[in-house]
Every structure is written in structure tokens, then in C-alpha cells.
């Protein structure tokens, strides 16, 4: 508490090349919470705070010089209380740069999917929506808006939410709401997006994994990629695998023959998703081409824009 009797916020100082900052706490990637002020025009080269948090010191590179900054914690104590810190600061970070957008409408549409899909898509039972779906659904949401996100990135998501309220309450999260998602998008997407550049680089070391010349445009014949998708680097199991190719590539009336067929050698159409642990990889191989190289499993396959912008 301030002298006054009022909450006091945490406050992280820090730097940025020639600008001095200060942060609200607890850091959740809200921009409106970030204070700046130029400080040396040629870098700041270190900084300290006193003891008391009152002052500010900094020290320049070329320019030799040292100065001395009033922290008044009281102002900015007044600025988080006047400035709610709601979620409208990471509405304008979205595409668009606020929530009545198409984008976050298709982003809420899939968000309330999801909770469709926890509780069968094929169920008559009587639908239960709420304002969070599983911790274990982030990822899914998160690649149907473009972002594709490693599985150590994944881990790191899961892990903050899961212990965000531990330390409080001695309980585990796991489970998201809707503002929640939004800010693991903010925070963890790239700032610059080259999701065709990062997955060239993945096929050309995978191409050397697999003893093909990497070069560009190198094609890798489609049964050994999904292989490998299994076996190297962050591996996917069999399941997993035919359950996401399902997702990306799913047509009612062919794969229900294809789990039909599997089963008692007949089809039955119908718009319900087929049951996956009837289906094999190499029966779903046969809906891809013979090989694909980067591009072709980026648009055709993934169904990621292309450089051009079409799909």
C-alpha cells in the first residue's frame, strides 16, 4: 500500500537500446502497461535502481555520461488504477486492431467449436456451453488462426496457465477462457510471421536426415515424410498423426468410406466425422501426392496461405 492507503502496484525498470522503461507487474503482454523515455542517444550500455525503487540510473556508451531519473511510483499507481488494464489493449493487438473484426469472430466460432468437439460432435445429448475449453485444446485453436506453434512452445503455454494461479491457491489450471487464448496468441506468435521460410528450413534438414540433396524445391516422397513425421524431431504419434490429417483433409463421403471399407468392406454416407483408430496411414497417403516439397505441403496439405496470399 502507497502512504495514501492505495494499492501499489510492482514495477519492472528495463532498457532498449537507447530507450529507458518502465513496465506495470505482473507482465501479461499488454502494451499499455510499457512506459518509455529516451534516455542516451548512443545506447544505454548498463542501468541500476536504488534500493528504495525512487531512483534511476543509466549509463551511456560513447556519449560517457550517467544519469540520474526520479522514479514517481505514485503516478504510475494512479495511471493502473485509471487505466483498468482490460482486454481492450490486446484487442488492438489482434489483426485488425479491434475485437469487431471477422477474424476475432472466427476465432470466437472456433473457441465454442472446441467445446463441441470435447463433448462429441456426434453426440444428440444436449450441448453445455461454458466460457473455457481444455488447456489441452490451446494449440488446436491457436493453428486454426494461422499460428503454429513447436510443441516446446506448446509446453511453455501449458505450463504458464497450468501454474498461473498455483502459488495463490494451490490448485492447477486446466482449462482456458476466451480472453485467456487471445492473450497466449499475442504473446507467443511470431512478430514477424514466415511460416513458409521456417518450414523450407524444416524440409531441408529433413531432407538430410532422410539422405536427399536438400536444395530447393527438394520433394520427399510423401509415405517416408509421414514417417518421419513419427520418428524425427518432435514426433508425432501414429494416432495423433491420423487424427490431424483427418482435420486438414477430411471430405464426408471418402473417408467415412475409408473407415467403412476398413471395417465390413462397405460405405455408408453420412456427415459425421469416421471413427480414426479404423484408419491407417497408408490408406490416407493414398489422398496425398506421391511426393510433396515445401510449398506443396504448406498450401495443399497444411492449407497455409501461400506467398502470394491464395490458399
Not at 124 to 146: K, M, W
Not at 230 to 242: H, K, N, P, S
Not at 297 to 304: E, K
Amino acid at each position: 500500500m502507497t502512504e495514501d492507503g492505495e494499492p501499489e502496484h510492482g514495477f519492472m525498470l528495463f532498457s532498449a537500446d537507447t530507450w529507458l522503461g518502465v513496465a506495470h507487474c505482473p507482465l501479461d503482454g499488454n502494451a499499455e502497461k510499457y512506459h518509455y523515455i529516451p534516455s542516451h542517444a548512443s545506447g544505454i550500455s548498463s542501468m541500476a535502481s536504488s534500493f528504495d525503487g525512487q531512483y534511476a540510473f543509466t549509463a551511456g556508451g560513447h556519449d560517457k555520461t550517467v544519469i540520474m531519473y526520479t522514479v514517481h511510483r505514485k503516478a504510475f499507481n494512479r495511471y493502473a488504477q485509471e487505466n483498468s488494464m482490460d482486454m481492450a489493449a490486446f484487442y488492438r493487438c489482434l489483426p485488425g486492431n479491434k475485437r469487431d473484426t471477422k477474424w476475432f469472430q472466427t476465432l470466437q466460432d472456433y473457441f465454442y467449436l472446441t467445446q463441441f468437439k470435447v463433448q462429441g460432435l456426434a453426440t444428440q445429448e444436449r450441448r453445455e456451453v461454458g466460457q473455457t475449453v481444455p488447456l489441452s485444446e490451446v494449440a488446436n485453436i491457436l493453428r486454426a488462426r494461422d499460428f503454429f506453434p513447436t510443441e516446446y512452445e506448446i509446453t511453455n503455454m501449458t505450463n504458464e496457465v497450468k501454474f498461473s494461479t498455483f502459488s495463490q491457491h494451490g490448485v492447477y489450471k486446466d482449462s482456458v477462457t476466451m480472453e485467456e487464448v487471445i492473450k497466449l496468441y499475442i504473446n507467443y506468435r511470431p512478430a514477424v510471421a514466415d511460416h513458409s521460410g521456417r518450414l523450407a528450413d524444416a524440409f531441408e534438414v529433413l531432407a538430410r536426415a532422410l539422405g536427399a540433396e536438400a536444395e530447393d524445391g527438394v520433394d520427399i516422397d510423401t509415405a517416408t515424410l509421414l514417417k518421419a513425421l513419427q520418428v524425427q524431431g518432435e514426433r508425432i504419434t501414429e494416432g495423433d498423426l491420423i487424427e490431424q490429417m483427418c482435420y486438414l483433409l477430411w471430405k464426408p463421403d471418402e473417408y467415412v468410406a475409408l473407415a467403412d471399407d476398413h471395417k465390413r468392406g462397405d460405405a455408408v454416407h453420412t456427415t459425421t466425422r469416421p471413427d480414426t483408430e479404423s484408419i491407417r496411414p497408408a490408406q490416407l497417403v493414398e489422398s496425398l501426392p506421391q511426393a510433396m516439397d515445401a510449398r506443396s505441403f504448406a498450401t495443399g496439405f497444411l492449407r497455409m496461405p501461400s506467398s502470394d496470399g491464395s490458399h
